[in-house]
């Protein structure tokens, strides 16, 4: 695993506990990478990795590692990610893909080479693997809402809301890419792609910086991302989707909202309460009719068997426990796990679609049926 | 109308729109009655009734008068309600029937003998008629929630969390009867009786009072009534109902919340938003099970056609209203209203139990047979 | 009055009502105005109506008539306030204020030359008498929420999810002059006007049609107005509102959904639950921030004195109850009553541009100056 | 660790991961106990301990082992943890400390007489972990509550709902000691005492069982223990807490409820949304009060700042991870951890005065002064 800070201490609890609770083939922990010898020596001791590194290129080279999960920065990713799968390695990457639309090409690229070669990649779009995200996708596709006609997501954070919380590489454009769009509204499209199973023809959005300038080690700095945005999708169904994302929509700490309305029925979900998945059945008589609480513990819901008895709530860090299972089982079983690069490399386009629109007031931005890739099936869990 | 304080003020309103939504028996809003002759003048002038008087008697006697509703405190209930009966007016009386078990028993035979004479009498116990309890009442009737076997009653509100609130006629128990037991747990018990259908076998209950003492006209007075209660109450077919009120629980402002759980279902309400039911379908697969939000607010439910379209919510004084159309209908029809004076004996038979145990320490008291009338059924709405 | 379905039906509340909960001018309800000689009589009978007419340009003309509510649709709307403002009635009339802005401003210059001659006139937003969106006012009014970034409104319902509901004018452009825009949008846009007391200085919008044709008395006719829409407003300040309704969201009764974040602070609302605001200090310590679920149900309350103890809720149609108390109030001390056409003009803009934008594939539309008119200020409660 | 069922399974978990968000005294995970030799050893290598072994005293002589953490059904606590203090091991074991108040008593002893020595033990009543009762504790000690007048405590589940779910040890009691009371109740009430820090002086009780023969084995089987329960306690402040715990729910899944009125705030918290609490704070003006969500995800907030950033949930078995967390700091440091077995002890004398009430007809019991213990302080996080 390369990479030790936020991502990479969830991932390292995925991989320290996915065996404990899901059948997946045998793995060892041998190498956790990073830059600074000392730090990522304690972080491997810390999370459980049997060695650790500072030169990815050295571990990759190695024959006794089989896969590479990427924990870097979006910068990175393009870099290390073609030369392990070039060099063999089965990819587990981050999302996003990458910070740029040419990296992401080429990253798609080399995974589609790859796979003929029987080595798997994939993105973490963790948030598939919430079990009421995976039970919301479960019912959509069995028509339990009928035809889906639009979407509300909105992905909604406060930590920028003082202007005095200082500059970070966060918050410029050249290391991050973009901001609010790339860290939290690529989530919210995959969820639109993952739950809608089909592709995005329109794109239009608007961004928008509310604080322009942050103390920086060197006085005020020019904040060059966006605090938040707003991103107006068409499906290829015709169904439309809207996007509001923020970082100061103060109160709201890490809500991911979804509201998805159907002719059948409709569903509601907040990842601030992610146990529970609102479900709407409009083919039950009107009388009875009303929005479900599903507090999704039960055996019959998707990876919840492995955990807890009902009631017995999961957290958040349980989704990359999913992930990693998925993502081991398609590897032993030799098959694409799924989001592939294909999959983040769909939402990349979103995201450059968006930036296009803004540049442009807002106007619709057609995407042309190449970008449009229908999404891969998840693996059920 | 006689009384025109808090509960004057609600079923003037009632009185006043109740033609303008519903199809009743004509009728006139005669006379309203208090004992300030000003006093009962303006009210009478605000809330829209044509005279004012103050004396009862009097206007008992006149021959224009066929219905007499009772709005004063609960010490004068018996007296009024047995006259007008006598003099052949049909009568309504708020709850509860009355402040002592021997006054509720003289009012409850009364009401037998008038109803024999085609005089038809009613207990205003308004909250049968919140659109929401109807529609558990129908649900629990058809079987929806299977046999019932445990139910969580309270009613919590908060106005004397201060002790620095003045003493009143309300916590005096010569002019009050009880506190919390008799104002509020007589709905909470009430509501156990309406919904499950079947009488109580067995009560047991402990009152207590937190501030003892409040500042009166003359220095600090005696609170001489129960802030709070809580009671157990065995039904017939074996259920257990706990009841628990409080005016002291800080916060509640006016909650009354109902759980009740069945071997096939089980439903929630809290009269805060009281245009709302919960209702969970055990029969569904467990997969798609959980507590729906019902806003009952559909022509298909109770009354509410009547009222405004979908979700255009409705507010506490509607109670009310349906209250006075279910009495004109049934005095109309020549029917019994629901619920009847033989079921406010029920309640005081019940609150008079709870006393008897708390002054016994809490131990179970059997209900004799003849205590335990079985409720009527309410006229559909 | 003119007009008796549902809006005549709501007012008619209002009128009969008013009088007996808040102190207003002396009033009398004189006469209801409609089509059908037959209706108009039976509502006015079951309304409280003292008279019925059929002609409204009659009854402008006489001389014990100094209110006029118009209560008829849109189309109508111009023709009679103007009239009505002419022969010196006072005016109140339903929103939104007209079909077409031509006929709108027509309106609102009537006003003004009213306005100088001593008659007032206002236009029916009546959620700006819910009493929580009143606090919620006072709040940001007051600096709880500091400068507010950015606002997520949406007014969701759900009759027309079955492609099976029959065409009515409502679904007709030339009768209806838009769908869910003029409809719902305009109370939500209306609401950020009020809420945020400022202009509007950009507006970018989509229009879709879900179901394009419905069964009409002629077999399938077209439906020529929106199901649903997406408005995105700049403020003068900065600061962004994004607006979403549909009367396809299945499960969504009569739900105007607001988010407003600013600085310091933020709140929410739910139509649906009208008596409940959320609000969350950001000034209080981290540890102990959370959205407050204020029951606005107290005396201290906008509007509630007049009403029943705590916790004592509210429905939906107390807004014109408080609409119309506060026209009286206006009316009787000469005072320009709020919102006032000018007002209704300034969302009339909003929403031209809206179709403006639209028909431009949702690019940006400057508003001019000119047509930003800052909200007046409500009188208070 | 002696047991690998459902404790062993959690505490396993919160045994590997500990020390990845915690700083605490380095420790091995050497041996997992159980009764089934294959069993324990595919335990073992599943749960990431070192080696596995079948005879506990064996394993309690071993020099190598300091801590032994108990997770085996009740009725075996009382041999084994007194074997352990005995051998100068410090000792956690699972709640209720035992199936007998005997024993119990006997354990207490053995602890008090190893604390003189050096050997420290614990009681794991987990949910005294839940950051959000840790948070509600520091808020009451801190006097946000004022004096606190009474509580409402439940525990709710439903998964003996269906008469056909077969009879199991857990429902006998020979070997369950008792039903829901036990199991559940213990948890309730000692969070009264945990969030009340003072003893409880009088106790009643009510147990009942809705379904008295569940298949077994040999056809139809009694079942020996309570499927509800229903408790009433007198603090010696004078506040009463009402407990009610049930199996038979229905849609209950795990839903331990709190409710605690001070007069100066109260506090509200559900399980099944573990990571909320709900806090209301009376001192403020009456405007704006309200019961605030707060989510428990902040670093100011009790063990949250080991985990992951504001907004990213915790699951249910964090709370053992958090137990042990500070189990192993109190024993590093040589001090008493919280909550001690004469903590358990206390729990369990109320549940035998519950059992007692309730053979009396539900009268109330006083508990003796030496039955009283005050709380131990709990080490913060």
Redesign the interface.
């Known amino acids: 695993m390369i990479g030790y800070a936020?991502m990479g201490k969830?991932h390292?609890?995925a991989w320290?506990?996915v065996?404990?609770y899901f059948d997946v083939p045998a793995f060892e922990r041998c190498v956790l990478v990073g830059r600074d010898r000392d730090g990522v020596a304690e972080a491997a001791a810390?999370?459980?990795w049997a060695e650790s590194a500072t030169d990815w290129r050295e571990v990759i080279a190695r024959d006794d590692i089989q896969i590479v999960d990427i924990c870097t920065p979006g910068f990175m990713h393009a870099e290390i990610a073609i030369a392990a799968l070039a060099a063999g390695k089965h990819v587990l990457v981050e999302k996003p893909l990458a910070n740029t639309l040419a990296e992401a090409e080429a990253m798609a690229e080399a995974a589609r080479a790859a796979q003929e070669e029987g080595v798997q990649s994939m993105i973490g779009f963790n948030y598939r693997r919430v079990p009421a995200l995976a039970?919301a996708r479960e019912?959509i596709v069995e028509g339990r809402l009928g035809a889906v006609?639009?979407v509300?997501a909105?992905y909604l954070?406060?930590?920028l809301?003082?202007?005095d919380v200082p500059m970070t590489w966060r918050l410029n454009k050249d290391t991050a890419g973009s901001g609010a769009l790339g860290d939290i509204a690529s989530h919210a499209i995959d969820q639109v792609l993952f739950l809608l199973s089909e592709p995005v023809t329109e794109v239009?959005g608007?961004l928008?910086t509310?604080t322009r300038q942050r103390p920086g080690a060197a006085g005020l700095e020019e904040v060059t991302v966006d605090d938040?945005a707003?991103v107006?999708l068409t499906l290829a169904s015709?169904a439309?989707a809207?996007v509001?994302v923020?970082r100061?929509?103060?109160?709201?700490?890490?809500?991911l909202k979804l509201?998805i309305?159907?002719?059948?029925?409709?569903l509601l979900f907040d990842?601030?309460?992610?146990?529970e998945?609102g479900?709407?059945?409009?083919t039950l008589?009107?009388?009875?009719?009303?929005?479900?609480?599903?507090?999704v513990?039960?055996p019959?819901?998707p990876y919840l068997e492995a955990w807890?008895?009902?009631?017995?709530?999961?957290?958040?860090?349980?989704t990359f426990t999913h992930e990693i299972r998925d993502f081991l089982v398609a590897v032993g079983t030799g098959t694409q796990p799924s989001p592939s690069f294909e999959d983040g490399l769909s939402v990349q386009r979103i995201l450059a679609a968006v930036e296009e629109s803004a540049a442009?007031?807002?106007?619709?931005i057609q995407l042309t049926p190449s970008a449009r890739t229908t999404q891969t099936t998840t693996e059920g869990a």
Do not use: C
Not at 248 to 255: D, E, F, I, Y
Not at 271 to 275: A, H, K, M, R, T
Not at 279 to 282: E, G, I, Q, W
Not at 285 to 294: D, K, L, T
């Open positions: 936020f969830a390292s609890n320290r506990n065996a404990s810390k999370y459980g039970l019912l006609r639009h509300r909105a954070q406060d930590w809301v003082d202007p239009s608007r928008h509310f938040a707003w107006m015709g439309i809207s509001e923020s100061v929509a103060t109160g709201q700490k890490n809500s509201e309305y159907g002719d059948k029925g409709a990842l601030e309460d992610l146990n998945l479900f709407l059945d409009a008589p009107v009388r009875e009719q009303g929005f479900r609480r599903i507090l513990s039960e019959e819901h807890w008895p009902q009631g017995h709530v999961i957290g958040w860090e349980h442009a007031k807002g106007s619709l």
